[in-house]
Each structure stands twice: as C-alpha cells, then as structure tokens.
C-alpha cells in the first residue's frame, strides 16, 4: 500500500527540488498541528456557548412565565372578588330586587387604585345596564374614566378625580364628578365579554378584540353571576395588549434580546420591543398585525424560521430550542446569531399563546472571543518560527548534495574532473566518496565497451552474408512487432527494397498479405511474427502476397528467441514461395474428387435399383396377405355366380343361415338353394347387374327356423358371365335403427324445448342436423335448414373461420370449447356464447345461446365499478390521484423496479406560503390555485407510468418511474418554472409577487433491504431544506441534507 501511495505521489507532483520535498512535509505538519489547536479551541468555545445559552435561556424562560402567570392572575382575582360579594347580595336580598349599580363604583375604583394590571373592571347586568370603572394618571393627583349606561338611555362618560397622596385607598376626600361625554346608547350586551361569559359556566378569557373608546387592542377575564341557573350579569375586567407590551419591557433579560407572545394562528399580542400588536389605519378598525409581519427585522426572522420548522404552528405541544442567524446588533465575530427558545404558554382559564424569548450570542461570547485571539496570535508566531528553523535546516542539508548533483552533470558530459564538496554530514560523505569510486569504474567500463562493440560490427557483416546466401526469406522482428532486418530473398518476395518503420498490426496492408483463396487481409494476431512473439513456434501456409498483379502463394516457419530470464526477445520468421507446389496440389486433388463422385454416383445407382425390387416384392407378398385376411375377417356370405344363376364357389363366415352352405354348392343352380320369390329376386339383380354394369342393392326379410331375419345383397358384376353376391345380415342394424330413431325423436323434443341453438357439424364443415329455436329465430330466415349443406354456403367466412377453428380444438383436445361472438344485426348488436361439444371422431356439436341481455348486465356493472374505483382513487377537488391511490402505486412501482433493477424518483412540493394565499384571496381563490397548479404539474410530466397524486392540503407528490436523479431535478426545476410562468398573484408571499412552489427530490433504486416508505422520508427531507434556502426552488436530497435538518 505504502508503495502504491509513492507512485500515486510521484506521478502527482513530478519532479520537485530537494528544498522542496524537506521543506514543504515540515511545514504542512506544522500547520496541520497549529490548525488543529485552533479549531478545537474554537469548537470548544461554540460548545461552551451552547450549553451557556442552553441554561441562560431556560432560566429567562420560566422567569418570564412566572412573572408572566402573576400578572394574569390579577384580573380573575378581582373577578372572583366581585362575583364573591355580588352573590352574596343576591342571596340576602329579595330576587326581585333589581341590583344597584350606583354601590359598586367605590370598590370598583379601590381595585383600579390598588391594581395596576387591569386597564378596567366593570360590570354588565342582563337586563342590558352596564358600569365601568378605567385606569387615568395624572401627576399629582388620580383620575378614572366612569362609564355607565341604563337600557335604552345614553351613556353619561364621567371623570372621577380624588385629591390626595397616589394610592391613599383610604382617603376620606369625596371624589369630584366631572361630565365628560354623552354616548348613543348601545347595547353593552352586544360587547365580546358579555357574549363570552354569558356562554360559560366557570371564568374565562374572552379572545382578543378592538378595545372601546381607544384605539387598542384588549381582551377580558370574565365570570358570569348566576342564581338558581338564571343569569344574572357578568363581571369583566379588560387589559389591554400595550399593557403587556409594557410588562414585558420590564423584565429583566440580555441587552439586545427580546421576548414576544403571539397566538397559534400567527398573530402578535406583544412584544418587550414596545411594537403595536395592531394596525390602526384613518377611517378603518383596529386590526391585528401578524407576527411575520412585524416591523422589528428579529421578530420577523424568528416567526419565519420557525414556521420553516413547524408548519402549523396548532400542532407545536413541546419547547422549541434553536439558533439564528440575523443582521441585527453589530457585525463582531458572533454578531449575526441568536438562541431562540418558543414554548406553550397555558392557564386555567383558556389562554393558548406562544412565548419566544430570543437571546444574542454576544451576550456570552466575551471571554471566547479573547481566547480565540490569543490562540490565533501565538498559533501564528509558533508557524512563523517553525518555517524560518525548517528553511535554514534546509539549506544546510542540500549545499553537499546539490555539489554532488554538478559532480554527476559533468561526468554524464564526458568531464573526468570532478569536484565534490566536503561535509560534516556522514552520510553524505560516504555518498561522496561512493559517487568518486563509480566515476571510475564508469571510466574503465566505458573503454571495454567501445572495444567489444567493434567486434560485434564485425561478426554482425559475416551473418548478414551467410543470410543473404540462403534461398529463403529471413525476417527477424523485435518485441513491438517492427522489423529490424530483412535478407536479399525476403526483399525479392516481397517486392520491397528497404525496411518499412510500420507496426505489426498494419503489415498485412502494407505488404498486402491476403488469406489464400480470397481479398481478406491476414488478421494480425494469426501473423506468424505475431504468434511467435508471444511465445509459439508456428508454421502456415494459409498465405498469399500480392506482387503486382500476381498472386504468390508462400509458407512461413516462425520462431521466438528467449533471453537468459526466459523473455522473448527477437521472433525470426522463415518464408519461401510454394506457389508451383500449391498449384500441382490443387490438380490432383481435383482429380481424386471427380473419380471419387462417379464411383459413389453409380454405387448409388445400383443401391436404388436393388432396394426398388425389394420393396416391389414385400408389397406384392403384403398384399395377397391382407386380401386373404379381409376375406376371412368379412362378416357377409360372398358366392361367385354365373350369369344364369349356378353358384361356382363361396366364402362364408357362418353368421349368414339363409343357404345351407355344403361343399357340394358348387354347381347347382339358386332355384334349388334359395326360396322361390328370393330366387326370382337374386336372378332379376343379377341380370341387372350385368345388363347396366352397376352394383345391385337389394334388402329384404327371411323367415328361418321361425325367426325373421333381415338381411342385404350386393351384387357386383366381375365379367360378362360371372357376378359376385355379397350377403349380409343386418337383423341388428335394423332393430338398432328403429331404437335410434325412436330416440331421435324423444331428443328432438327435448331439444326443442331448450332456448339455445343446436346443430351438428362434420369436420369438413358439412351440416349433419338442426334445432331451431325460440330465442335466435329473428335472427334467421323463416327457410333456414342447414342440413345436409356446406355451412360456407350459409354462414359469412368469419363466423364459419370461428366455428371451425373451435371444432378442430375441440376434436382434437376432445374437450368442450367455449367462446363468445358479437354480430351486428337489425341495427343493434347480438352477443352470443357458443358452445362446442366433440360427439365423434369426425363431428360436433354446437350450442348458441343468446348473452345479450347478460352483457348489457356485466357491461353496466363493469361501468360502474369503474366510476367508483376512479372516485376511491381521485382527489375530489382537483381530479388528480389521491394519497391512497399514490401508495397502492407507489409499492407496485418499487416491486417492479426491483425486480427490473432500475431507479425510482419521487418529487414531493407544496405551494410556498399557501396559508397567507387563503387568508389574503379566499379559500375558493385557494382550490382554484390548487386546481391550475395540478393541471400545469400534468403538463410537465409526459410518461405514461408518471403519477402525480395530492398528498395533504396543499402538498403534492409526483411518482417517476425509471427516472435517475438528474431526470428527476430536470423534471422538478421545469415544474418550478410552470408555475412561474402562471403568474397567479400572492401579494402575501415572502418571496414573490407570485405563487410558487417548493420541491424536495429523492432517487433510489430498490434492493431487498429498503422500503419505499424512504423515498418519502428523503423527499420530505429535501423539501423541508427547500424552504429553509429560501423556498421558490428544488433541492435534491443528499445524507448531507438529512444531517443538515436533524442537527
């Protein structure tokens, strides 16, 4: 290994200097030690800070909540207070008795002097009176703001000013009434605190709304007051968001942080910054300002990073650790981050906030930042000093080596002087003192040489002309294939008069050396040369050299010569020219093959007669054999006769008893063997037969031994004067035949009576019978009858190709045959299922029935499940596959792509800031963005076994199958820029004028050991990495992406 990684060096750098190679390894030591020391102090302070910050803001956190639970509390004890007390009245006084409002304005101002947390307590009662008691400052004395309304009479607003030291509760000093105002009536029972506490049976807080009277945001605790589950009134007491802003300021955290709350749907409630949590524009309401959308740069970065993490900001249950990073308090090493910490903020009452504290690193880096210094100075210093010691040690090693390298440059140039340098260094000493000895022995060596090498000259001329003397072609090549010597006969051969610089796989060309017998040059690694070269003694003479325009045919002899180590290092080829040899060759072999085919083409010829005769004889031995055994076999009674009736011999089987069969036949006449009307029958057919030269049928019955037999005579005439009678008894046949036809009629009427259509057909499409029927007859002609018929004559081509392809599949399988047809007519289609019943060898039978009715039933079943398969697997507003269709394709894609090997992509996206979309444009605004974002995605993606499916709310997820990875971006970079080109408005959007989508990629190819559910997992990866580079773009998942978001 450690030699390989030497080559690897040397090829890398080349050549270097001497100072370079001691040198270069010193320093890049010394700065890998000296950067090392750095980077582990530095990462040792990060770590530091880390946990620093960790504690720091743990410890901010729970004191902010802490103060921030006594600060509410306030409003619902003096809630409980009044509730307490007004109960109390209502218990002692009658029910009827309406309550005074006018009494519980001095305890109302008590509490509103005594504490500052309330902006306001007041009171409203359900018969529509209302009393209300605000804060007021003024600097030496205190004023409150009284509102109080009766049902249906104007608000009187008054001002209430007591004298006296600020919070004398006690102060006897009767307060001093000032009118401010009188309001329009209006119902305090339309406010929000009495619609929510008249809703409710235990305290609570009412949600936030625009404040009465004042350009502020509030929002209550409120109890409603009940007797016997009558309600009475409800009690409320209103802080207003500034109120909290103010509290928050006050807290006692870092220099340049901050502590903001807002609510789970984004909306800020307040902040220590002092910021308005609200808008207030001329001539509009009070309305609320989201937290993203702040004026303070931090608060904004820290609500989009974390919307980044947590997308919905409802499902955010635990405590969000995290840093940021953020132009905001100065530009020092650590200035541009932050540690945020965001946890749930919940109370009894109903409250559900989110608290964010955010910390600047400056606040500890002080002391990491002065040991960052020191290290890098000293670090430095310690590099400096450890180059300029390397330098010099340098310097001091190569002064004698460089001498020894001028030493060696003058003797490879033929100087004998030499000049080595002296050295302290021993090892360079002994190198001078061996680099003098070699000089010499160089010397001596060089002189040997130059006189054995002149000897060699001489013995070189002698074996040239021993070479030249013999009458063959000598070439000897070297080890590359090039040819270094060629004797006067190789040269005549080849028709050349010097020795070409080629190599050996282009000689065949240049010499033009063919494959005897044709125009293909010889193959270069079948060149004997070639061969030899590689270790193979050969011999060819497969070889013709082209020589003008005469073709020579040659033979060659190759050799390969080795050295000591056993190394070819010459290969010598022999070649002559054995053209007049080659040709002599071919004329006897000529010969030889035409004597060769006339022998064998007369021997054939003489096999051929002699197996003719053979076969002749056996056939005509064969044939009086079979005849013999047919007319022993032969059931019937066979006479010869002669034309007058007398019987010359006979052949009987005994089953025929109508002729008493005696040897002594022979010669007598019919008229004494037969009865009388059976012989005048036998001599009229006889007659016949001869007169007309035609085979005479005749059945007729015959009463033997008091049994009626059947039976059949044929009588066939053999010459003028002889006939031959065959007679048969067919009593059996006779019985079997009327036994069938009563069944054929028994089946007929079975037959009729079943719906389908029956016929019988013979292999050669002959039609052997046919029941027509009920169902098929307004398909058919009232003349139909097939019988007997070739159905080609009937039927069109294509229906009868059907029928018959059937029968031979069924007679040959003798197997029932099912198939349906469609045929068209009378202007609407008929659908017919035929069966196919083999009955025989040759014939079969074929039932048609009538599946209209039947398919129209399947058809419309079919139809149907389709429509809800395709609705089970549709997204409903935007028509595309929905997310359980998208995992039912997704596994069959990767188990067909892991049989076939090959990758599969998937690209998860979702529309950038779609929540601002539906609250800025409508949730209807909203589909029809989901809507045309589909319809462009299935523009972009042109595959066939491409899917894109809806995955959740506004998240999309496309399935590409066989796509590699830089496809799959390809295809995610041209869905970005579709929608671009939409240009659909979102004035809400942080990253454009426009909507756009976010993209993650993934690609794998399936194995055995993954599962497609990590597609998933790596898109959402590198979608989740999409929207924290800014969103508007598609990341390709890497393991660096994955480690990117899970650190």
Same mark, same amino acid.
């Given at each position: 290994?450690?030699?390989?990684?030497?080559?690897?060096?040397?090829?890398?750098?080349?050549?270097?200097?001497?100072?370079?190679?001691?040198?270069?390894?010193?320093?890049?030591?010394?700065?890998?030690?000296?950067?090392?020391?750095?980077?582990?102090?530095?990462?040792?302070?990060?770590?530091?800070?880390?946990?620093?910050?960790?504690?720091?803001?743990?410890?901010?956190?729970?004191?902010?909540?802490?103060?921030?639970?006594?600060?509410?509390?306030?409003?619902? !004890?003096?809630?409980?207070?009044?509730?307490?007390?007004?109960?109390?009245?209502?218990?002692?006084?009658?029910?009827?008795?309406?309550?005074?409002?006018?009494?519980?304005? #001095?305890?109302?101002?008590?509490?509103?002097?005594?504490?500052?947390?309330?902006?306001?307590?007041?009171?409203?009662?359900?018969?529509?009176?209302?009393?209300?008691?605000?804060?007021?400052?003024?600097?030496?004395?205190?004023?409150?703001?009284?509102?109080?309304?009766?049902?249906?009479?104007?608000?009187?607003?008054?001002?209430?000013?007591?004298?006296?030291?600020?919070?004398?509760?006690?102060?006897?000093?009767?307060?001093?009434?000032?009118?401010?105002?009188?309001?329009?009536?209006?119902?305090?029972?339309?406010? #929000?605190?009495?619609?929510?506490?008249?809703?409710?049976?235990?305290?609570?807080?009412?949600?936030?709304?625009?404040?009465?009277?004042?350009?502020?945001?509030?929002?209550?605790?409120?109890?409603?007051?009940?007797?016997?589950?009558?309600?009475?009134?409800?009690?409320?007491?209103?802080?207003?968001?500034?109120?909290?802003?103010?509290?928050?300021?006050r807290l006692e955290i870092a220099r340049a942080g901050q502590v903001f709350i807002m609510e789970r749907s984004g909306d800020l409630v307040a902040t220590s910054t002092l910021e308005a949590p609200f808008l207030k524009l001329p001539g509009e309401p009070v309305r609320r300002l989201q937290a993203d959308a702040s004026t303070n740069p931090l608060t904004r970065a820290v609500v989009e990073t974390l919307q980044q993490r947590q997308t919905e900001l409802d499902h955010m249950h635990y405590v969000e650790y995290f840093e940021l990073t953020h132009d905001h308090v100065d530009t020092g090493l650590f200035a541009k981050r932050y540690?945020?910490?965001?946890? #749930?903020?919940?109370?009894?009452?109903?409250?559900?906030?989110?608290?964010?504290?955010?910390? #600047?690193?400056?606040?500890?880096?002080?002391?990491?930042?002065?040991?960052?210094? !020191?290290?890098?100075?000293?670090?430095?210093?310690?590099?400096?000093?450890?180059?300029?010691?390397?330098?010099?040690?340098?310097?001091?090693?190569?002064?004698?080596?460089?001498?020894?390298?001028?030493?060696?440059?003058?003797?490879?140039?033929?100087?004998?002087?030499?000049?080595?340098?002296?050295?302290?260094?021993?090892?360079?000493? !002994?190198?001078?003192?061996?680099?003098?000895?070699?000089?010499?022995?160089?010397?001596?060596?060089?002189?040997?040489?130059?006189?054995?090498?002149?000897?060699?000259?001489?013995?070189?001329?002698?074996?040239?002309?021993?070479?030249?003397?013999?009458?063959?072609?000598?070439?000897?090549h070297q080890p590359n294939g090039k040819i270094t010597y060629f004797n006067r006969q190789a040269m005549e051969l080849l028709g050349v008069d010097h020795i070409s610089d080629i190599p050996i796989e282009k000689m065949a060309a240049s010499y033009q050396i063919y494959v005897a017998g044709g125009n293909e040059l010889y193959p270069a690694e079948r060149l004997p040369a070639f061969r030899a070269l590689n270790g193979e003694c050969c011999f060819v003479e497969d070889m013709e050299i082209l020589r003008g325009n005469l073709r020579i045919t040659v033979e060659m002899r190759a050799t390969p010569i080795y050295s000591e180590v056993?190394?070819?290092?010459?290969?010598?080829?022999?070649?002559?020219?054995?053209?007049?040899?080659?040709?002599?060759?071919?004329?006897?072999?000529?010969?030889?093959?035409?004597?060769?085919?006339?022998?064998?083409?007369?021997?054939?010829?003489?096999?051929?007669?002699?197996?003719?005769?053979?076969?002749?004889?056996?056939?005509?031995?064969?044939?009086?054999?079979?005849?013999?055994?047919?007319?022993?076999?032969?059931?019937?009674?066979?006479?010869?006769?002669?034309?007058?009736?007398?019987?010359?011999?006979?052949?009987?089987?005994?089953?025929?008893?109508?002729?008493?069969?005696?040897?002594?036949?022979?010669?007598?006449?019919?008229?004494?063997?037969?009865?009388?009307?059976?012989?005048?029958?036998?001599?009229?057919?006889?007659q016949q037969a001869i007169a007309t030269n035609e085979i005479q049928i005749d059945e007729y019955q015959v009463e033997i031994n008091g049994e009626v037999r059947c039976e059949e005579s044929r009588i066939i005439k053999i010459s003028k004067d002889e006939v031959l009678v065959m007679v048969r008894d067919i009593s059996d046949r006779k019985r079997t035949e009327a036994a069938l036809k009563q069944s054929e009629t028994q089946n007929l009427a079975i037959l009729r009576a079943i719906p389908d259509l029956m016929f019988r057909l013979r292999r050669d499409g002959i039609c052997l019978g046919y029941v027509r029927t009920s169902t098929?007859?307004?398909?058919?002609?009232?003349?139909?009858?097939?019988?007997?018929?070739?159905?080609?004559?009937?039927?069109?081509?294509?229906?009868?190709?059907?029928?018959?392809?059937?029968?031979?599949?069924?007679?040959?399988?003798?197997?029932?045959?099912?198939?349906?047809?469609?045929?068209?007519?009378?202007?609407?289609?008929?659908?017919?299922?035929?069966?196919?019943?083999?009955?025989?060898?040759?014939?079969?039978?074929?039932?048609?029935?009538?599946?209209?009715?039947?398919?129209?039933?399947?058809?419309?079943?079919?139809?149907?499940?389709?429509?809800?398969?395709?609705?089970?697997?549709?997204?409903?507003?935007?028509?595309?596959?929905?997310?359980?269709?998208?995992?039912?394709?997704?596994?069959?894609?990767?188990?067909?792509?892991?049989?076939?090997?090959?990758?599969?992509?998937?690209?998860?996206?979702?529309?950038?800031?779609?929540?601002?979309?539906?609250?800025?444009?409508?949730?209807?605004? $909203?589909?029809?963005?989901?809507?045309?974002?589909?319809?462009?995605?299935?523009?972009?993606?042109?595959?066939?076994?491409?899917?894109?499916?809806?995955?959740? $709310?506004?998240?999309?997820?496309?399935?590409?199958?066989?796509?590699?990875?830089?496809?799959?971006?390809?295809?995610?970079?041209?869905?970005?820029?579709?929608?671009?080109?939409?240009?659909?408005?979102?004035?809400?959007? $942080?990253?454009?004028?426009?909507?756009?989508?976010?993209?993650?990629?993934?690609?794998?190819?399936?194995?055995?050991?993954?599962?497609?559910?990590?597609?998933?997992?790596?898109?959402?990866?590198?979608?989740?990495?999409?929207?924290?580079?800014?969103?508007?773009?598609?990341?390709?998942?890497?393991?660096?992406?994955?480690?990117?978001?899970?650190?």
């Amino acid at each position: 290994m450690l030699k390989s990684l030497e080559r690897s060096l040397r090829k890398a750098i080349g050549t270097v200097p001497i100072q370079t190679v001691l040198v270069l390894p010193f320093i890049l030591q010394v700065i890998g030690i000296v950067g090392l020391v750095a980077y582990l102090s530095y990462r040792s302070g990060q770590r530091s800070i880390e946990e620093l910050a960790f504690e720091l803001t743990e410890e901010v956190s729970e004191r902010v909540s802490d103060r921030l639970n006594s600060f509410l509390e306030t409003p619902h !004890q003096l809630i409980a207070l009044n509730r307490r007390s007004i109960e109390a009245e209502l218990l002692a006084t009658d029910s009827n008795t309406p309550l005074q409002l006018d009494r519980y304005i #001095p305890p109302f101002l008590r509490q509103i002097q005594t504490f500052k947390t309330p902006n306001s307590v007041g009171l409203t009662l359900a018969d529509g009176r209302y009393l209300s008691v605000e804060q007021g400052i003024s600097s030496q004395t205190e004023a409150y703001t009284l509102t109080r309304c009766d049902a249906l009479a104007p608000c009187q607003v008054y001002r209430y000013q007591l004298s006296g030291e600020r919070g004398d509760a006690s102060s006897s000093a009767e307060p001093n009434l000032e009118l401010l105002q009188m309001l329009t009536p209006y119902n305090a029972k339309q406010l #929000p605190p009495y619609r929510v506490g008249s809703q409710v049976d235990q305290p609570s807080w009412t949600p936030i709304y625009p404040a009465q009277g004042i350009a502020e945001s509030a929002f209550s605790a409120v109890a409603p007051i009940r007797v016997d589950n009558q309600l009475i009134g409800v009690l409320e007491s209103e802080i207003t968001l500034s109120q909290i802003s103010t509290f928050l300021s006050r807290l006692e955290i870092a220099r340049a942080g901050q502590v903001f709350i807002m609510e789970r749907s984004g909306d800020l409630v307040a902040t220590s910054t002092l910021e308005a949590p609200f808008l207030k524009l001329p001539g509009e309401p009070v309305r609320r300002l989201q937290a993203d959308a702040s004026t303070n740069p931090l608060t904004r970065a820290v609500v989009e990073t974390l919307q980044q993490r947590q997308t919905e900001l409802d499902h955010m249950h635990y405590v969000e650790y995290f840093e940021l990073t953020h132009d905001h308090v100065d530009t020092g090493l650590f200035a541009k981050r932050y540690f945020v910490e965001v946890f #749930p903020y919940k109370d009894q009452y109903g409250l559900d906030w989110l608290v964010v504290v955010v910390l #600047p690193a400056t606040e500890f880096v002080g002391e990491l930042r002065e040991n960052v210094r !020191q290290t890098f100075i000293w670090s430095g210093l310690a590099l400096l000093g450890a180059i300029a010691i390397g330098v010099y040690t340098t310097r001091w090693i190569a002064r004698p080596i460089l001498g020894l390298r001028d030493s060696a440059n003058r003797l490879a140039r033929g100087e004998s002087t030499i000049d080595i340098p002296s050295t302290p260094i021993l090892e360079v000493r !002994q190198l001078a003192f061996s680099f003098r000895e070699m000089a010499n022995q160089l010397q001596l060596s060089l002189e040997e040489l130059q006189a054995l090498n002149q000897d060699l000259t001489q013995e070189r001329t002698q074996i040239e002309h021993f070479l030249n003397a013999i009458p063959v072609g000598i070439a000897i090549h070297q080890p590359n294939g090039k040819i270094t010597y060629f004797n006067r006969q190789a040269m005549e051969l080849l028709g050349v008069d010097h020795i070409s610089d080629i190599p050996i796989e282009k000689m065949a060309a240049s010499y033009q050396i063919y494959v005897a017998g044709g125009n293909e040059l010889y193959p270069a690694e079948r060149l004997p040369a070639f061969r030899a070269l590689n270790g193979e003694c050969c011999f060819v003479e497969d070889m013709e050299i082209l020589r003008g325009n005469l073709r020579i045919t040659v033979e060659m002899r190759a050799t390969p010569i080795y050295s000591e180590v056993n190394v070819v290092t010459h290969a010598i080829v022999a070649f002559q020219d054995i053209t007049q040899r080659k040709d002599a060759e071919k004329v006897l072999t000529d010969y030889n093959q035409e004597l060769t085919a006339e022998v064998e083409k007369r021997t054939q010829s003489l096999q051929l007669e002699v197996r003719e005769r053979l076969q002749i004889e056996g056939a005509l031995r064969q044939r009086e054999s079979t005849l013999g055994a047919i007319l022993t076999a032969i059931p019937d009674l066979l006479l010869r006769m002669t034309a007058d009736g007398r019987y010359i011999e006979f052949i009987s089987s005994g089953e025929v008893r109508t002729v008493s069969l005696t040897p002594d036949l022979t010669g007598h006449h019919l008229t004494e063997v037969l009865p009388p009307d059976l012989a005048e029958r036998r001599r009229r057919g006889i007659q016949q037969a001869i007169a007309t030269n035609e085979i005479q049928i005749d059945e007729y019955q015959v009463e033997i031994n008091g049994e009626v037999r059947c039976e059949e005579s044929r009588i066939i005439k053999i010459s003028k004067d002889e006939v031959l009678v065959m007679v048969r008894d067919i009593s059996d046949r006779k019985r079997t035949e009327a036994a069938l036809k009563q069944s054929e009629t028994q089946n007929l009427a079975i037959l009729r009576a079943i719906p389908d259509l029956m016929f019988r057909l013979r292999r050669d499409g002959i039609c052997l019978g046919y029941v027509r029927t009920s169902t098929l007859t307004d398909l058919l002609p009232p003349d139909f009858n097939p019988v007997g018929k070739d159905l080609l004559d009937v039927l069109p081509a294509e229906i009868l190709e059907r029928e018959l392809s059937a029968m031979h599949r069924a007679l040959e399988t003798q197997q029932l045959q099912v198939y349906e047809q469609e045929n068209f007519v009378g202007g609407r289609f008929q659908y017919e299922e035929v069966r196919v019943i083999p009955s025989g060898d040759d014939e079969a039978l074929f039932l048609v029935r009538d599946i209209s009715d039947r398919r129209r039933v399947e058809r419309e079943l079919r139809l149907a499940n389709l429509r809800l398969e395709q609705l089970a697997q549709t997204d409903s507003l935007t028509g595309v596959a929905n997310r359980r269709h998208f995992e039912d394709r997704l596994q069959q894609a990767w188990d067909s792509l892991l049989i076939e090997q090959h990758p599969l992509s998937l690209l998860l996206f979702d529309v950038d800031f779609f929540k601002r979309y539906n609250d800025t444009y409508g949730h209807q605004t $909203g589909d029809e963005c989901l809507i045309r974002l589909t319809e462009v995605a299935q523009q972009v993606i042109r595959q066939p076994a491409d899917l894109i499916a809806r995955y959740g $709310g506004e998240e999309f997820i496309i399935i590409l199958p066989y796509a590699d990875m830089q496809e799959a971006a390809q295809v995610a970079e041209r869905l970005c820029d579709a929608v671009r080109q939409l240009k659909i408005p979102h004035n809400a959007s $942080g990253v454009s004028e426009y909507v756009t989508i976010s993209v993650g990629v993934s690609s794998v190819i399936p194995s055995p050991s993954l599962t497609s559910d990590l597609l998933i997992r790596q898109a959402d990866d590198a979608l989740y990495t999409a929207k924290q580079q800014g969103r508007d773009r598609s990341v390709v998942f890497d393991y660096q992406t994955r480690r990117n978001r899970y650190n």
